[in-house]
Protein backbone atom coordinates (compact mmCIF):
# COMPACT_ATOMS: atom_id res chain seq x y z
CA UNK A 1 0.00 0.00 0.00
CA UNK A 2 1.49 3.38 -1.05
CA UNK A 3 2.70 5.78 1.62
CA UNK A 4 -0.26 9.27 2.40
CA UNK A 5 0.79 12.17 3.88
CA UNK A 6 -0.58 11.48 7.01
CA UNK A 7 0.86 8.05 7.74
CA UNK A 8 4.34 9.58 7.08
CA UNK A 9 3.28 12.59 9.70
CA UNK A 10 2.44 9.61 11.67
CA UNK A 11 5.68 7.73 12.09
CA UNK A 12 8.26 8.00 14.46
CA UNK A 13 11.08 9.69 13.38
CA UNK A 14 13.30 6.65 14.03
CA UNK A 15 11.49 4.60 11.55
CA UNK A 16 12.93 6.12 8.63
CA UNK A 17 16.40 6.36 9.61
CA UNK A 18 19.22 5.08 6.74
CA UNK A 19 16.69 3.82 4.39
CA UNK A 20 17.86 2.59 0.75
CA UNK A 21 14.53 1.26 -0.44
CA UNK A 22 12.62 5.15 -1.30
CA UNK A 23 9.69 5.57 -3.57
CA UNK A 24 8.53 7.80 -5.36
CA UNK A 25 5.44 8.05 -4.00
CA UNK A 26 6.60 7.79 -0.64
CA UNK A 27 8.73 11.13 -1.37
CA UNK A 28 6.15 12.74 -3.27
CA UNK A 29 4.07 12.11 -0.05
CA UNK A 30 6.07 14.08 2.01
CA UNK A 31 6.50 17.23 -0.36
CA UNK A 32 2.69 17.51 -0.62
CA UNK A 33 2.48 17.67 3.57
CA UNK A 34 1.32 21.05 4.88
CA UNK A 35 4.17 23.25 5.10
CA UNK A 36 4.19 23.08 9.05
CA UNK A 37 3.82 19.37 9.45
CA UNK A 38 6.65 18.89 6.63
CA UNK A 39 8.99 21.50 8.71
CA UNK A 40 8.20 20.01 12.06
CA UNK A 41 8.94 16.12 10.89
CA UNK A 42 12.18 17.60 9.42
CA UNK A 43 13.11 18.99 12.04
CA UNK A 44 12.53 16.42 14.80
CA UNK A 45 14.36 14.32 12.43
CA UNK A 46 17.38 16.99 12.57
CA UNK A 47 17.69 17.29 16.46
CA UNK A 48 17.40 13.51 16.73
CA UNK A 49 20.73 13.43 14.14
CA UNK A 50 22.33 16.45 15.13
CA UNK A 51 23.57 19.39 17.21
CA UNK A 52 20.40 21.23 15.52
CA UNK A 53 22.07 24.81 16.22
CA UNK A 54 25.45 23.96 14.76
CA UNK A 55 26.19 24.47 11.34
CA UNK A 56 29.42 23.33 9.13
CA UNK A 57 31.23 26.24 7.17
CA UNK A 58 32.75 25.14 3.75
CA UNK A 59 34.81 27.47 1.40
CA UNK A 60 34.63 26.89 -2.79
CA UNK A 61 37.94 28.03 -5.05
CA UNK A 62 37.85 27.39 -8.63
CA UNK A 63 41.15 26.34 -9.07
CA UNK A 64 40.67 25.93 -12.73
CA UNK A 65 38.05 28.27 -14.57
CA UNK A 66 36.13 28.14 -17.69
CA UNK A 67 36.33 26.51 -21.77
CA UNK A 68 34.79 23.59 -19.75
CA UNK A 69 33.70 20.84 -22.98
CA UNK A 70 30.29 20.13 -21.40
CA UNK A 71 27.17 21.87 -22.54
CA UNK A 72 25.38 21.82 -18.71
CA UNK A 73 22.36 23.92 -19.42
CA UNK A 74 23.06 26.15 -16.24
CA UNK A 75 26.85 26.67 -16.24
CA UNK A 76 28.73 30.22 -17.24
CA UNK A 77 32.13 28.06 -17.23
CA UNK A 78 30.58 25.87 -20.27
CA UNK A 79 32.71 26.13 -23.45
CA UNK A 80 29.09 26.57 -25.57
CA UNK A 81 27.75 29.76 -24.66
CA UNK A 82 29.21 32.86 -24.22
CA UNK A 83 28.65 34.04 -20.56
CA UNK A 84 31.55 37.15 -20.59
CA UNK A 85 33.78 34.68 -18.11
CA UNK A 86 37.27 35.26 -18.87
CA UNK A 87 39.25 31.65 -19.03
CA UNK A 88 41.95 30.95 -16.30
CA UNK A 89 44.17 28.78 -15.98
CA UNK A 90 44.87 26.18 -13.51
CA UNK A 91 46.36 27.70 -10.30
CA UNK A 92 49.76 27.60 -8.98
CA UNK A 93 50.32 25.67 -5.58
CA UNK A 94 51.11 28.11 -3.36
CA UNK A 95 48.08 30.54 -4.41
CA UNK A 96 45.99 27.51 -3.98
CA UNK A 97 47.56 27.22 0.15
CA UNK A 98 47.16 30.89 0.25
CA UNK A 99 43.58 30.95 -0.27
CA UNK A 100 42.75 28.08 2.31
CA UNK A 101 44.64 29.73 4.89
CA UNK A 102 42.33 32.90 4.23
CA UNK A 103 39.54 30.59 4.20
CA UNK A 104 40.79 29.26 7.90
CA UNK A 105 40.93 32.21 9.24
CA UNK A 106 37.63 33.12 8.29
CA UNK A 107 36.13 30.08 10.08
CA UNK A 108 36.32 27.13 7.39
CA UNK A 109 36.74 23.38 8.25
CA UNK A 110 36.49 22.40 4.64
CA UNK A 111 38.71 23.79 1.73
CA UNK A 112 36.71 22.79 -1.28
CA UNK A 113 38.12 22.96 -4.82
CA UNK A 114 37.03 23.04 -8.03
CA UNK A 115 38.42 22.77 -12.07
CA UNK A 116 36.17 23.06 -14.50
CA UNK A 117 37.26 19.59 -16.46
CA UNK A 118 34.89 16.79 -17.68
CA UNK A 119 37.20 14.40 -16.10
CA UNK A 120 40.56 14.58 -14.38
CA UNK A 121 43.77 13.54 -16.11
CA UNK A 122 46.43 11.52 -15.17
CA UNK A 123 49.05 13.86 -15.70
CA UNK A 124 46.90 16.31 -13.72
CA UNK A 125 47.05 13.92 -10.52
CA UNK A 126 50.36 14.82 -9.00
CA UNK A 127 49.02 18.25 -9.17
CA UNK A 128 46.24 17.71 -7.23
CA UNK A 129 48.08 15.21 -4.70
CA UNK A 130 50.21 17.78 -3.83
CA UNK A 131 47.78 20.73 -3.23
CA UNK A 132 45.96 18.41 -1.10
CA UNK A 133 48.65 17.21 0.90
CA UNK A 134 49.42 20.88 1.44
CA UNK A 135 45.64 21.77 2.32
CA UNK A 136 45.17 18.52 4.74
CA UNK A 137 48.21 19.44 6.71
CA UNK A 138 46.98 23.04 7.46
CA UNK A 139 44.26 20.53 9.64
CA UNK A 140 41.33 21.19 6.58
CA UNK A 141 38.60 18.94 5.65
CA UNK A 142 39.78 18.73 1.80
CA UNK A 143 37.05 18.30 -0.71
CA UNK A 144 37.57 18.56 -4.67
CA UNK A 145 35.32 18.77 -7.71
CA UNK A 146 37.35 17.75 -10.69
CA UNK A 147 34.48 15.82 -13.57
CA UNK A 148 34.78 12.13 -13.71
CA UNK A 149 37.28 9.85 -12.24
CA UNK A 150 38.20 6.35 -12.86
CA UNK A 151 39.00 4.33 -9.93
CA UNK A 152 42.81 4.53 -10.12
CA UNK A 153 42.31 8.08 -9.86
CA UNK A 154 39.95 8.21 -7.00
CA UNK A 155 42.59 6.16 -4.96
CA UNK A 156 45.10 8.81 -5.85
CA UNK A 157 43.56 11.59 -4.37
CA UNK A 158 42.29 9.68 -1.54
CA UNK A 159 46.01 8.72 -0.69
CA UNK A 160 46.98 12.30 -0.81
CA UNK A 161 44.53 12.58 1.70
CA UNK A 162 41.15 13.74 0.38
CA UNK A 163 38.48 13.75 2.29
CA UNK A 164 35.50 14.50 0.10
CA UNK A 165 34.72 14.15 -3.26
CA UNK A 166 32.31 16.19 -4.44
CA UNK A 167 29.92 14.92 -7.93
CA UNK A 168 26.31 16.59 -7.85
CA UNK A 169 23.57 14.43 -10.12
CA UNK A 170 21.81 17.43 -10.65
CA UNK A 171 18.32 16.19 -11.09
CA UNK A 172 16.32 13.31 -11.54
CA UNK A 173 16.91 10.57 -14.41
CA UNK A 174 13.71 12.14 -16.36
CA UNK A 175 14.80 15.38 -16.59
CA UNK A 176 18.46 15.44 -17.10
CA UNK A 177 18.58 14.74 -21.10
CA UNK A 178 16.76 19.04 -20.36
CA UNK A 179 20.10 19.87 -18.46
CA UNK A 180 23.06 18.02 -20.50
CA UNK A 181 23.69 15.91 -23.07
CA UNK A 182 27.35 15.56 -23.12
CA UNK A 183 27.51 13.60 -20.00
CA UNK A 184 25.08 10.60 -18.74
CA UNK A 185 23.46 9.75 -15.20
CA UNK A 186 25.74 6.93 -15.45
CA UNK A 187 28.51 8.53 -16.38
CA UNK A 188 28.24 10.15 -12.80
CA UNK A 189 26.98 7.41 -10.92
CA UNK A 190 30.36 5.43 -12.10
CA UNK A 191 32.43 8.05 -10.71
CA UNK A 192 30.34 8.40 -7.23
CA UNK A 193 30.77 4.42 -6.87
CA UNK A 194 34.94 4.58 -7.61
CA UNK A 195 35.14 7.48 -4.87
CA UNK A 196 33.01 5.51 -2.46
CA UNK A 197 35.24 2.16 -3.17
CA UNK A 198 38.07 4.15 -1.92
CA UNK A 199 36.43 4.71 1.60
CA UNK A 200 36.43 8.12 0.45
CA UNK A 201 33.56 10.63 1.24
CA UNK A 202 30.85 11.50 -0.77
CA UNK A 203 29.57 15.07 -1.64
CA UNK A 204 26.86 14.58 -4.47
CA UNK A 205 23.67 16.71 -4.49
CA UNK A 206 21.86 18.62 -7.07
CA UNK A 207 20.30 22.12 -8.54
CA UNK A 208 16.65 23.13 -8.35
CA UNK A 209 14.69 25.79 -10.18
CA UNK A 210 15.99 25.09 -13.22
CA UNK A 211 12.37 24.29 -14.76
CA UNK A 212 11.81 21.13 -13.40
CA UNK A 213 8.90 20.06 -11.38
CA UNK A 214 8.44 18.38 -8.03
CA UNK A 215 8.25 14.70 -9.19
CA UNK A 216 12.07 15.69 -10.60
CA UNK A 217 12.96 16.91 -7.40
CA UNK A 218 11.49 13.96 -5.58
CA UNK A 219 13.34 12.04 -8.06
CA UNK A 220 17.20 13.22 -7.47
CA UNK A 221 16.80 12.65 -3.51
CA UNK A 222 15.67 9.00 -4.52
CA UNK A 223 18.62 8.56 -6.23
CA UNK A 224 20.48 10.34 -3.77
CA UNK A 225 18.96 8.63 -0.31
CA UNK A 226 18.67 4.92 -2.26
CA UNK A 227 22.77 5.08 -3.21
CA UNK A 228 24.50 1.97 -0.75
CA UNK A 229 25.32 4.94 1.87
CA UNK A 230 23.83 7.91 2.15
CA UNK A 231 26.29 10.92 0.77
CA UNK A 232 28.29 12.72 3.83
CA UNK A 233 27.31 15.90 2.56
CA UNK A 234 24.84 17.00 0.15
CA UNK A 235 24.55 20.20 -1.42
CA UNK A 236 21.43 21.61 -2.66
CA UNK A 237 22.06 24.90 -4.90
CA UNK A 238 19.24 27.17 -6.17
CA UNK A 239 19.84 27.87 -10.07
CA UNK A 240 21.40 31.04 -10.46
CA UNK A 241 20.59 32.45 -13.46
CA UNK A 242 23.57 33.85 -16.09
CA UNK A 243 23.21 35.36 -18.62
CA UNK A 244 24.32 33.66 -21.84
CA UNK A 245 23.07 30.22 -20.62
CA UNK A 246 20.10 28.75 -22.05
CA UNK A 247 18.69 28.69 -18.33
CA UNK A 248 18.67 32.29 -18.35
CA UNK A 249 15.47 33.99 -17.86
CA UNK A 250 13.35 30.30 -16.60
CA UNK A 251 10.37 30.75 -14.01
CA UNK A 252 11.93 31.04 -10.65
CA UNK A 253 11.00 28.97 -7.63
CA UNK A 254 8.96 29.50 -5.33
CA UNK A 255 11.07 30.22 -2.04
CA UNK A 256 8.74 27.54 0.00
CA UNK A 257 9.88 24.72 -2.72
CA UNK A 258 13.04 25.46 -1.69
CA UNK A 259 12.72 25.25 1.97
CA UNK A 260 10.61 22.19 0.92
CA UNK A 261 13.55 20.34 -0.89
CA UNK A 262 15.94 20.86 2.42
CA UNK A 263 13.14 19.37 4.80
CA UNK A 264 12.75 16.33 2.32
CA UNK A 265 16.66 16.02 2.09
CA UNK A 266 16.63 16.37 6.01
CA UNK A 267 13.92 13.96 6.45
CA UNK A 268 15.37 10.81 3.90
CA UNK A 269 18.83 10.88 4.66
CA UNK A 270 19.29 11.83 8.29
CA UNK A 271 22.33 11.86 9.45
CA UNK A 272 24.05 13.36 5.79
CA UNK A 273 25.01 17.47 6.24
CA UNK A 274 22.87 19.37 3.77
CA UNK A 275 24.36 22.21 2.76
CA UNK A 276 22.69 25.37 1.44
CA UNK A 277 25.17 26.04 -1.89
CA UNK A 278 24.58 28.32 -4.82
CA UNK A 279 22.07 30.81 -4.66
CA UNK A 280 22.04 32.26 -1.14
CA UNK A 281 22.98 35.43 -2.48
CA UNK A 282 19.82 35.84 -3.57
CA UNK A 283 18.12 34.49 -0.67
CA UNK A 284 16.56 36.47 2.60
CA UNK A 285 17.86 36.19 6.32
CA UNK A 286 14.03 34.83 7.14
CA UNK A 287 14.40 31.85 4.11
CA UNK A 288 18.07 31.10 5.24
CA UNK A 289 17.04 30.48 8.86
CA UNK A 290 13.86 28.59 7.58
CA UNK A 291 16.23 26.49 5.58
CA UNK A 292 18.43 26.00 9.27
CA UNK A 293 15.12 25.02 10.60
CA UNK A 294 14.29 22.23 8.08
CA UNK A 295 17.56 20.96 8.50
CA UNK A 296 20.41 22.93 6.32
CA UNK A 297 23.69 22.30 8.72
CA UNK A 298 26.27 23.37 6.17
CA UNK A 299 26.83 26.22 4.53
CA UNK A 300 29.65 27.63 1.97
CA UNK A 301 31.15 30.71 3.21
CA UNK A 302 32.87 33.26 1.45
CA UNK A 303 32.39 36.02 -1.34
CA UNK A 304 32.28 33.65 -4.32
CA UNK A 305 31.37 29.93 -5.20
CA UNK A 306 33.27 28.92 -8.02
CA UNK A 307 31.92 32.04 -10.74
CA UNK A 308 28.75 33.13 -9.17
CA UNK A 309 28.61 35.45 -5.82
CA UNK A 310 27.69 34.06 -2.63
CA UNK A 311 27.33 36.63 0.99
CA UNK A 312 29.85 38.04 2.43
CA UNK A 313 31.50 36.57 5.32
CA UNK A 314 30.45 39.13 7.64
CA UNK A 315 26.54 39.05 6.95
CA UNK A 316 27.02 35.22 7.42
CA UNK A 317 28.51 35.71 10.66
CA UNK A 318 26.13 38.22 11.72
CA UNK A 319 23.44 36.74 10.71
CA UNK A 320 24.68 33.26 12.97
CA UNK A 321 25.02 35.34 15.93
CA UNK A 322 21.22 36.48 15.23
CA UNK A 323 20.04 32.88 15.16
CA UNK A 324 22.25 31.66 17.80
CA UNK A 325 23.76 29.25 15.01
CA UNK A 326 27.27 27.94 15.89
CA UNK A 327 30.14 27.21 13.34
CA UNK A 328 31.75 23.74 13.99
CA UNK A 329 31.33 19.98 13.14
CA UNK A 330 27.90 18.89 13.38
CA UNK A 331 28.90 15.75 14.35
CA UNK A 332 26.44 13.00 13.80
CA UNK A 333 24.68 12.10 17.60
CA UNK A 334 25.67 9.01 19.12
CA UNK A 335 23.57 6.06 18.82
Known sequence: MSATPESLTSQSPAAVVLRHDWRQGEIEALFA???????????????????????????????KTGACP????????????????????LLDTQTVLAAAEEAQRSGATRFCMGAAWRKLHDRDVPAMSEIIAG???????????????????????????????????????????????????????????????TGMSVCSGGIIGMGEGRADRAGLLMEL?????????????????VEGTPLN???EL????????IAVARIIMPQSQVRLSAGRENMSDELQAMCFFAGANSVFYGEKLLTTDNPEADHDRDLFARLGITAGDPAPCAD
Do not use: W
Open 33 to 63: LPFNDLLFRAHTVHRENFAPNTVQISTLLSI
Open 70 to 89: EDCAYCPQSAHYNTGLEKER
Open 135 to 197: VKAMGLETCMTLGMLTGNQAQSLREAGLDYYNHNLDTSREYYDEIISTRTYEDRLETLRHVRA
Open 225 to 241: ANQPEHPESVPINLLVQ
Open 249 to 251: GVE
Open 254 to 261: DPFEFVRM
